[in-house]
Every structure is written in C-alpha cells, then in structure tokens.
C-alpha cells in the first residue's frame, strides 16, 4: 500500500523567513505533485514532477524531487503573509493502471507571521 | 475555459438518505476522480472513470457508486447516509488521468 508522509504537518513561520516541507512516499512513483489549500476552497495545483532530480520554480515556491529517496521537498523562500495555507503533496503509484488515483499527504498548515 | 464545476455546493441530508452529487469536467478532460476529504482522515480517492468506464476504485463500502455519461460528466451517489459520510466532497478532471489533475470546489455534504 502506497504511503505519503509530510513534515512538519504544523507550520508557523515569521515573514522573510525560509523554510522546508518534506513529502516520503513508500513506493516507486510515476509522478508527484504539490497542491495549495485555502481555508473553505478547492485544491489548487503548485507543481508536479516527473523525473529524478526535477527542480520546479514558482515565484516563493521551489518543488524538488529525489526519486531514489522517495523524497519531495517544497522550499519556501521568504516567506509572505499570501503563502498562509495548506499544502499537500500527492503520489501516482506506478504501474500505468493508477491514472487519476493519487495518494496524499496528510498536509501541512502553513501560517505566515508579520 | 471553464473550470471544473461542481453541484450542488452545499448539501444537508439525514440518516438513511441518499445523495447525488454532479459533476462537470473540463471541456475535453474524459477523466473524472472523485476523492473524500474530512478533518480526520483527509483526502482519500474514491473512484475514477474513464470514457464510461469505471478505472479505478478506492477502498470505500459498496453505498458509494459513482457514474460517468457521454459528456464526461460523471456523477456519485451515496446510499443509506452515515453521519460518518459528511465530508467535503471533491472532483478533479484530467485529459485522461496520468497528469495535472484539475479539482472543483467540491460539495460540503453534511449529515445529521
């Protein structure tokens, strides 16, 4: 059975500050994605990666991947008070029959200080 | 481009009921998830269809069927409500299934 497991799942973090929230997932992986959450919305796609060593960059936002590890960082740099939500990351088991089926996290509470 | 459209937004049932929830996916996306998310067991997929077709399902009791039309379009259906089942339901449309997956706004379904 396919797990994913994020840290810290509670975030507080004073504006300008960098920080680092780290996605392992148990099993070989087709694919990772990030995902924003806002209080009472949708999930909102950040990023997805699909090889070893993929690096993706979104404004304060830098996603990385590690396949050999099973580990996804999402870095955030200088942090602002409009990066305060929840982020998940997801898996896509592998096996070319998971299609749409992803495994998630269990999130990370982000709160940015002044 | 339209986005993925959920209906209805909020939904209040009671013990026993059974419940539709619809949903509209991206024009041209023949790819629907349907994924469960509550406060204790977060988000947890349901069941994906493809072109019609059932592809995959997520480990939730046989009251949860969902269904797919022609248009893509696809709707779930719960039987015999639980008050364990209120949860903010999500649906996510994708071209077909292995790449950026596109969520609505999900149904809040509460069960009292």
């Known amino acids: 059975e396919l797990k994913v497991e994020q840290n810290p799942l509670f975030l507080s973090m004073q504006e300008g500050k960098n920080y680092t929230i780290y996605c392992n997932y148990s099993?070989?992986?087709?694919?990772l994605y990030w995902y924003r959450q806002d209080p009472g919305k949708s999930l909102e796609s950040l990023f997805v990666l699909l090889s070893n060593g993929a690096v993706k960059q979104e404004g304060r936002l830098m996603a990385s991947l590690d396949t050999k590890a099973r580990l996804s960082t999402l870095h955030i740099t200088a942090a602002v008070h409009d990066l305060s939500a929840t982020y998940f990351c997801a898996v896509n088991y592998a096996g070319g029959t998971s299609y749409g089926k992803l495994t998630f996290g269990q999130g990370t509470i982000l709160t940015v200080h002044p | 481009k339209a986005g993925v459209t959920q209906t209805p937004r909020y939904l209040i049932k009671t013990r026993g009921q059974q419940v539709t929830l619809s949903c509209s996916p991206i024009?041209?996306?023949?790819?629907v998830s349907w994924y469960q998310q509550t406060p204790g067991q977060g988000l947890q997929f349901l069941f994906e269809y493809f072109s019609e077709t059932q592809r995959n399902k997520g480990n939730f009791p046989g009251r949860f069927s969902g269904r797919q039309f022609s248009n893509s379009r696809s709707e779930m259906n719960v039987s015999t409500l639980e008050l364990g089942d209120s949860a903010l339901y999500l649906c996510?449309?994708?071209?077909?299934?292995?790449?950026?997956?596109?969520f609505g706004s999900g149904t809040q379904l509460s069960v009292l």
């Open positions: 996510a449309s994708s071209q077909h299934g292995n790449e950026k997956l596109f």
């Open positions: 099993t070989t992986s087709d694919r």
């Open positions: 024009s041209g996306h023949r790819s």
